[in-house]
């Protein structure tokens, strides 16, 4: 068995790597994904610097305005001044230099400096505000349309929007060809909510000021957790640590659900080229059927294994010679990400999940490649796999919020989901009955399904059974259809 | 003890779902004999091959192999070339050889050295690293005929071996075979085309709609049609009752005499016998059998018994339905 096993997957194995295809999906997997995470930052610095202009008689409105796209552009820049402090919610040295300095009068160019920012980092602005060109709302129309431009401090530009504040009912009109681009509304709504918060305090005789003392004297509430034994050392407090077991959680539930999504292809080409060149019999004759069929999924095993220690060397030797660049809070974060993943407790679940995982799906796609000629065939009978294999993939978003929510315990104890959801639940330490209860369950259905897939392979390599044959099979489950035949 | 048996059939049947594709079928490939697996199509030959190596199991009856129910161990000792030609069209030829002989228990070394030998052999050494998808059908078709023999089977069971060649590599696969029978190979192939039977064969078992409708040497197929020879006479003799007082039947068959030879009568017999009588004689052919002939009447009359059953069949089933 052993023999017979290891001459297949060598071949199917060697067949694969040698294929160009294999070599593209390795070198650009990465790079696609990373264009994929960067795609937002790579377009929010793309999109150009849009002008508008506010009519107005007065300009209580238009300082509003002014005071709620300041601030908008200074989250942008605290968040590039200082990433991890931005998503963690917390204060740091820049950050607050950079706040002292806009406190200050400071332009927020300016204010990123001071805080020890680079502007090449500095993310452009989206808006920024222009003198009106003419005085009433009605000539304002040829800039909206684009055929007169405007004067601004980087020479004639298109007027992408203009608000109108009527004299006479107050109301305030948002005027722009773009009719998707709203968040220059959005700033403008909350602007005016401020301005009215003000008049309203005004009324009542109380200064803005007293806001924005109350804010900044409001108190942090920082998050603690129980410790005992030999972490009781540590304190209460919530840290890095902590977080880190569900942020690979996360990682690895979506890298395995990645993978196997990326191999069982290979399973499902390979078993689909060995049935259309007809070359089943030659191999039944020299092998054994389940050899034949372990040998298959070995060689796509190897494969995986293949694709993720290329990938983990290249970003472990990027970040190594990248160490002395990466802020030091990253680092750390980093640091502790990298201890979570060698946690056992995180890793034998994930790694038994993997391989429980890849065999349910693996030898599923294995069996429909046996029963196709062609892969148009093969979609027929791949929606409800791939379906199935979504599932998991919006399950994460619920696992990002909350790793205890009662979707994620409930559809764990689903065997097809479970290769993924269970290591989303291992860093709330469920009970260790449930993690092998939901073990047992699926590699019992694992096993059942492998069954089930050697037969319908079976019934595909010798019999020749086809799509129809499924079909037909199915086609007696409904009442008054009749199967074909 | 008596010598081993590559392959034994003892009341096969094989039904896929209604239709019952083999029904009841005896026979042997004795030790060193090149057997012909002759029938026309859907007679039931590649599924009677299938169940012989074991990739189809029979719904009634026993198969051996070398005397024990096919499995790895009796199959490593077979070389199996199938009806549907199919390799891997991104490995090379030499690749494949290889692959197949490992598989059947050769060591990578041997069964590269193998490769390249038998690759030389049939022309296509220089062709050896080229992948399957560079070869023409004819090489391909060659590589897969060898990938079947390259771990030097005992028993090749070859089915259809020539379909899809050119007379020229038709010529050289008939060179393969007497060569791998000469090394001590059995054989068994199937095949439509008679004449590869006729000069290959010591044995035939031929196969019409599942059944087996013979089985013996040539001698015997060409007995099973019965001989004659072709005489012309001058217009107004009648050769058929000069004849008959002398122990010959004769018959009218277009411009000449149909006369029918008895199993210890000769055509010269039938000359003798016609001069001696006095025949105006202006022709006479002796009629040569040809397995061609053979098969084409026994497949008439299987396939003339196959009707007559079924309308039996249908009949029975009438008039239990009417009682």
Redesign the interface.
């Known amino acids: 068995m052993i023999r017979?096993t290891y001459?297949?997957t060598r071949?199917d194995y060697l067949?694969y790597v040698?294929?160009w295809g294999f070599w593209l999906g390795l070198l650009f997997t990465p790079v696609i994904l990373g264009v994929f995470i960067l795609a937002p930052t790579f377009a929010q610095n793309a999109q150009p610097t849009r002008y508008f202009t506010v009519l107005e008689q007065g300009s209580a409105f238009s300082e509003a305005l002014r005071a709620e796209i300041i601030e908008s552009d200074s989250v942008m820049a605290r968040a590039a001044l200082d990433p991890m402090a931005t998503i963690e919610g917390r204060d740091s040295e820049a950050i607050t230099k950079f706040d002292e300095a806009i406190e200050s009068g400071a332009s927020i160019s300016e204010a990123f400096e001071i805080a020890g920012g680079s502007p090449s980092v500095l993310p452009r602005q989206d808006y920024v505000e222009v003198d009106p060109p003419v005085s009433t709302s009605d000539a304002l129309a040829p800039f909206l349309a684009g055929e007169d431009m405007i004067s601004t401090p980087d020479g004639p530009q298109p007027l992408f929007a203009a608000f109108v504040v009527n004299d006479g009912s107050g109301e305030i009109e948002y005027w722009s060809e773009n009719l998707q681009a709203r968040s220059l509304m959005g700033a403008a709504r909350r602007a005016e909510s401020d301005l009215q918060l003000d008049r309203a305090l005004a009324e009542v005789n109380v200064n803005r000021d007293l806001l924005t003392r109350a804010r900044a004297a409001r108190r942090d509430v920082t998050q603690q957790r129980l410790r005992t034994g030999a972490d009781a050392d540590v304190g209460t407090e919530v840290t890095q640590a902590d977080q880190a077991p569900f942020v690979v959680s996360i990682m690895m539930a979506f890298s395995l659900w990645f993978l196997i999504f990326s191999v069982v292809n290979y399973l499902l080409m390979g078993t689909i080229?060995?049935r259309s060149?007809?070359?089943f019999?030659?191999?039944?004759?020299?092998?054994?059927l389940p050899h034949l069929l372990a040998g298959k999924l070995l060689a796509v095993l190897l494969l995986s294994f293949t694709l993720v220690g290329f990938w983990s060397t290249g970003s472990g030797l990027i970040t190594w010679f990248a160490r002395d660049s990466i802020p030091a809070d990253i680092a750390d974060f980093l640091g502790a990400v990298g201890t979570a993943a060698g946690d056992p407790a995180l890793f034998i679940p994930a790694i038994i999940s993997f391989i429980l995982g890849y065999l349910m799906y693996g030898s599923l796609f294995l069996a429909l490649g046996s029963l196709c000629d062609t892969i148009q065939e093969a979609q027929t009978l791949m929606t409800p796999l791939i379906v199935t294999l979504m599932a998991p993939l919006a399950m994460l978003v619920f696992a990002i919020q909350d790793a205890e929510s009662a979707l994620i315990q409930i559809m764990a104890w689903v065997p097809v989901f479970t290769p993924f959801l269970l290591i989303l639940r291992m860093p709330t330490e469920p009970p260790l009955w449930e993690v092998f209860a939901q073990l047992g369950l699926m590699a019992v259905t694992t096993f059942a399904i492998l069954y089930m897939a050697t037969r319908v392979y079976r019934a595909g390599a010798?019999?020749g059974a086809g799509v129809n044959d499924v079909m037909s099979f199915f086609g007696k489950f409904i009442p008054g259809k009749k199967s074909a035949s | 003890m008596g010598e081993e048996m590559p392959l034994k059939m003892t009341g096969v049947s094989k039904w896929?779902g209604g239709f019952q594709a083999v029904r009841a079928l005896d026979f042997e490939v004795p030790k060193g004999s090149i057997v012909g697996f002759l029938g026309p199509n859907g007679a039931g030959k590649s599924t009677s091959l299938?169940m012989a190596?074991?990739?189809?199991s029979p719904d009634r009856g026993d198969v051996r192999l070398f005397d024990i129910p096919p499995n790895?161990d009796s199959?490593k000792r077979?070389g199996?070339l199938?009806e549907?030609?199919?390799?891997?069209?991104?490995?090379s030829a030499r690749q494949i050889i290889t692959?197949?002989a490992?598989?059947?228990g050769m060591s990578n070394s041997d069964a590269k050295a193998r490769a390249d030998e038998l690759l030389d052999r049939m022309g296509l050494g220089d062709f050896a690293r080229s992948r399957v998808t560079k070869l023409s059908k004819g090489m391909a078709q060659k590589v897969?005929i060898l990938?079947?023999l390259a771990h030097r089977p005992e028993f090749l069971i070859l089915d259809e071996p020539f379909s899809g060649l050119d007379p020229v590599n038709q010529q050289a696969l008939e060179d393969l075979i007497i060569e791998e029978h000469k090394r001590g190979a059995t054989i068994i192939f199937s095949t439509h085309v008679m004449e590869h039977a006729e000069r290959l064969c010591e044995k035939i078992v031929m196969m019409a709609r599942g059944r087996k409708v013979f089985e013996g040497n040539l001698n015997d197929a060409y007995s099973a049609l019965g001989r004659a020879v072709h005489i012309g006479a001058a217009e107004g003799f009648d050769l058929a009752a000069a004849m008959a007082p002398v122990g010959f039947e004769a018959e009218p068959e277009g411009d000449h005499w149909r006369v029918a030879l008895a199993p210890n009568q000769t055509s010269q017999d039938a000359l003798r016998a016609a001069i001696e009588l006095g025949a105006p004689i202006t022709s006479f052919t002796p009629q040569e059998a040809r397995l061609r002939d053979v098969f084409v009447s026994l497949v008439s009359d299987a396939e003339a018994q196959d009707l007559t059953d079924t309308l039996a069949a249908d009949a029975a089933a009438q008039a239990k339905d009417a009682a």
């Open positions: 017979s001459l297949v071949r067949g040698s294929a080229e060995e060149n007809k070359i019999d030659s191999l039944l004759t020299s092998v054994k010798v019999h | 896929f299938r190596l074991g990739v189809l790895l199959l077979v199996f199938p549907e030609r199919g390799l891997y069209k991104k490995m692959y197949f490992r598989l059947k897969q990938s079947a």
